[in-house]
């Protein structure tokens, strides 16, 4: 029994931080905004800062891992199965949205100006990204159902021990000719 140890960590640094970006998303709509509705603002803009501050670590590092885990896993599987007609441009798609993600995640963590002026629209801003991994979520899963068959062994070329010219070019001397 062959098991592919590198597979499977790709694997695990692809899902556990995608749950970690989905599952806080989803806890940010529906609990952290919803509970501060109702503080004082000085209150309100100290714990949003302290929530911001951590977030942002466990987004950013997730973000990596997720990139460089994605890019493995797909080029692995690219190599390895002759994949269905959709399924790179189903990818690109995908990959797209994730980008977006990222995006906005970054701007709803960030403390630039321009990221200033989102987080004052946070509850829209918060439901885009969920709205996006949700549909990132789901082309996952029709891309891990995608049919694949193991890609057929290429044959090495054979080789006659002689020396072969390339076009246009001209040998000086033949190795194989006996000598004179």
Do not use: C
Request: glycine content about 8%.
């Amino acid at each position: 029994m062959d098991i592919n140890f590198v597979g499977i960590v790709l694997r695990w640094l692809h899902i556990l931080p995608a749950a970690l970006i989905i599952g806080g998303t989803i806890y940010i709509l529906r609990v952290v905004l919803p509970s501060l509705d109702g503080l004082p603002d000085d209150t309100r803009r100290q714990l949003v800062e302290a929530m911001r501050a951590r977030w942002a670590k466990l987004f950013g590092v997730s973000v990596g891992l997720l990139l460089i885990s994605g890019i493995s896993n797909v080029m692995s599987i690219s190599r390895q199965y002759d994949l269905p007609a959709y399924y790179h441009p189903l990818f690109g798609i995908k990959f797209l949205l994730a980008l977006a993600v990222f995006y906005l995640g970054s701007m709803l963590s960030g403390r630039s100006e321009s990221a200033r002026r989102m987080q004052q629209n946070s509850r829209f801003w918060v439901s885009v990204t969920a709205a996006l991994i949700l549909a990132v979520v789901l082309i996952s899963g029709v891309l891990r159902m995608a049919e694949r068959s193991p890609k057929a062994e290429q044959p090495e070329p054979e080789t006659t021990g002689q020396l072969e010219a390339a076009p246009g070019s001209q040998i000086l001397f033949d190795a194989t000719a006996p000598a004179a």
